[in-house]
């Protein structure tokens, strides 16, 4: 029942999703559609109308969301991943407070973000980093800055951040964890996402003026921000990972499509018995069976890791050699599929034009390519960043 809905959801949401990436709309019916097949709480528990879905189980989900729409699901990866970490970080209260609203009235949770602490050795570094700032008064905490970059940033009605807080951490990053809510007072959307790729994920920069958060809305120690989130950082790397195989996923499908149905014109042969498409097509699928085949089981490892919440080197290895495999491959497999179609694929509007677009756009997400790999090996080598990184 639940893969028969996704399955007609995904229709729905290709037949929109030209649409939503001219105009640059926010797909708030795909959205509306979410809440009313109550899909929107696929990681909690059955208390909250959830159906208790682990990383891998979301991972999957998303792929076949995003072969529908990129933008929906990207945004959906982000209040699917929250829901999946907060869930294993947020109090009893909280909990109670939040997802209950979720489930029951339909609203969103935006991303909390990659803190990006890869090479960070020392709290004073975090200011590049971190744009928030939590100075402790009576009662709570008032927020100044800025959070770059939340999608969905008008739909979402909790978005969880994380700040740089005053004080003597020793031998923490000095970032606490907070819930703000769209609606508290001081909080302004600025417009500022006018990018080529998921233009209709309404992703933009969220100010905070003075903002006051009761102490209730902290939910991880003072200072421990990054330490007690760690959940958050597996969940937010594979399920934003599954959007750009989802979109692999659809320009292999398109090019199965054309295959069988255009003719060569030199040949004046369907499209599927020549030999060069042909290849490329296992290519195409080499490439995609290999993502996936990384991404799942990288995904298997993180639930385990999850139920313990005891992280291992392994683990932090995998997902960033997950995150690099999975954004390369797919951009090669849109890539591969536009030089299949020709000429007519650059056609503004044309699908793979579109995916195209929209699959560059993994590459961005945090880590970049070369601090991944300084990342991977510096672990792999047992090196700690000192403040000059390069020895």
């Keep these: 029942m639940l893969d028969k809905k996704i399955n007609s959801m995904i229709l729905g949401f290709r037949e929109k999703a030209e649409y939503h990436d001219r105009t640059g709309a926010f797909p708030h019916e795909n959205f509306d559609l979410v809440v009313e097949e109550d899909l929107h709480t696929l990681p909690l528990s059955a208390k909250y109308k959830g159906y208790g879905f682990n990383i891998e189980e979301t991972c999957r989900t998303l792929i076949s969301l995003a072969s529908g729409c990129s933008a929906t699901a990207l945004t959906l990866a982000m209040h699917y991943y929250s829901l999946g970490g907060l869930n294993q970080v947020l109090s009893t209260e909280l909990k109670e407070r939040i997802f209950s609203d979720i489930a029951q009235n339909g609203t969103f949770i935006g991303s909390i973000g ?78 500022t996402w006018n990018y ?39 969940w937010f790397r594979l399920a934003f990972v599954s959007v750009y195989l989802g979109i692999a996923q659809a320009a292999y499908d398109q ?19 020549m030999p060069g498409p042909q290849f490329t097509l296992a290519e195409m699928k080499i490439k995609l069976e290999s993502a996936i085949s990384q991404l799942l089981i990288t995904a298997r490892q993180a639930d385990e890791e999850c139920t313990t919440l005891k992280f291992t080197d392994e ?59 300084e990342a991977i090996a510096k672990k792999i080598l047992g090196i700690i960043p000192s403040d000059t990184r390069w020895a």
């Design 315 to 373: 683990l932090y290895i995998s997902t960033l050699i997950t995150k690099q495999v999975v954004t390369k491959n797919a951009c090669d497999i849109v890539w591969k599929s536009m030089e299949v179609n020709g000429m007519s694929s650059l056609n503004h509007g044309h699908v793979l034009e579109r995916l195209y677009r929209d699959v560059r756009a993994g590459t961005f997400h945090p880590p970049s390519d070369d601090l991944l790999k």
């Design 114 to 191: 990659n803190p990006n602490v890869l090479l960070l050795p020392a709290r004073d570094r975090m200011s590049t980093n971190i744009e928030l700032q939590a100075d402790k008064v009576e009662g709570g905490y008032l927020i100044n800055g800025v959070k770059r970059n939340v999608s969905g940033s008008r739909r979402i009605t909790y978005l969880p951040i994380y700040c740089k807080q005053s004080g003597d951490f020793k031998n923490t990053y000095g970032i606490t964890g907070f819930i703000s809510q769209m609606t508290d007072k001081g909080i302004r959307i600025e417009d």
């Design 255 to 273: 090019v199965i499509e054309m295959l069988v149905q255009r003719k060569d014109r030199l040949a004046n042969k369907i499209m599927a018995f």
């Design 196 to 234: 080529a790729g998921m233009r209709a994920t309404d992703t933009n920069d969220v100010y905070f003026n003075d903002v006051f958060l009761p102490a209730d809305r902290l939910f991880t120690r003072e200072g421990y921000g990054i330490e007690d989130t760690q959940p958050l950082v597996y």
